[in-house]
């Protein structure tokens, strides 16, 4: 299936501990992204990539830091996880085109619905 | 900064129509966007506007005011599967900045 997939689906841990998400889109985007949910449901951009370069840090903790092996790929690892960090992270995929183009949609993972205890 | 703003929930009757609003102050402007997410699940596109008007597709249709930073959702012939949310998003410069969603209650 074409698709952005994510794992875990669900990651529930202590406090202070490391953890990573993990995405892969097989849909030949050059752009990815992580996006944060919180309970009040407002989604927020944190870090985007284009062709395994960042392009977009929103001022988000540097524990937080992403990795993208190849352009198909963008992995989240968050060190010293605090209880404010639980929230659904959404990786997503676009294809620029240009400004105004319908193609820059958004194709976004099932999402990983962290807990920290 | 960026704006956007929606109702927080509606509800509607099946087989009726509803209009979900959106209002933005956003500093740049590539596209406004509507995306669907059901409970526990990831959102979807639904539509999309650059210029100003409407834009139909089925039962979903979007409008879209640059100079009022304004735009709606109609879902005609509401069905019971349409009970989700609803995400306005404004696109700029690489970046979607979404609203904080309009939870839809459809009754029977």
């Known amino acids: 299936d074409t698709a952005v997939s994510q794992t875990p689906k669900y990651l529930v841990t202590q406090m202070g501990n490391d953890k990573s998400i993990k995405c892969e889109q097989n849909?030949?985007?050059?752009?990815m992204y992580w996006y944060k949910q919180d309970s009040k449901k407002f989604l927020k951009i944190m870090f985007s990539?284009?062709?395994?370069?960042?392009?977009i840090n929103e001022t988000v903790p540097n524990r937080f830091s992403p990795k993208s092996p190849d352009k198909a790929h963008l992995n989240l690892h968050i060190n010293s996880l605090e209880l404010g960090d639980s929230a659904v992270y959404f990786c997503?995929?676009?294809?620029?085109?240009?400004?105004?183009?319908?193609?820059?949609?958004?194709?976004f993972g099932s999402g990983t619905q962290l807990s920290v205890l | 900064g960026q704006n956007i703003d929606q109702p927080t929930e509606m509800t509607a009757t099946e087989g009726a129509i509803v209009q979900i609003n959106c209002t933005y102050q956003?500093?740049?402007?590539?596209?406004l966007f509507w995306y669907q997410q059901h409970a526990g699940e990831a959102p979807t596109f639904l539509s999309y506007?650059?210029?100003?008007g409407l834009e139909e597709k089925g039962r979903f249709s979007s409008f879209l005011s640059r100079s009022k930073g304004y735009s709606y959702l109609l879902l005609k012939e509401l069905q019971m599967k349409d009970s989700a949310s609803y995400l306005c998003?404004?696109?700029?410069?690489?970046?979607?900045?979404f609203g904080s969603g309009t939870k839809l209650n459809v009754k029977p």
């Open positions: 997503a995929s676009s294809l620029p085109t240009g400004v105004g183009a319908t193609n820059e949609k958004l194709f």
């Open positions: 849909l030949g985007h050059d752009t």
């Open positions: 990539y284009n062709n395994k370069e960042l392009i």
């Open positions: 956003t500093s740049g402007f590539n596209g």
């Open positions: 506007n650059v210029l100003d």
């Open positions: 998003a404004v696109h700029n410069f690489n970046k979607f900045y």
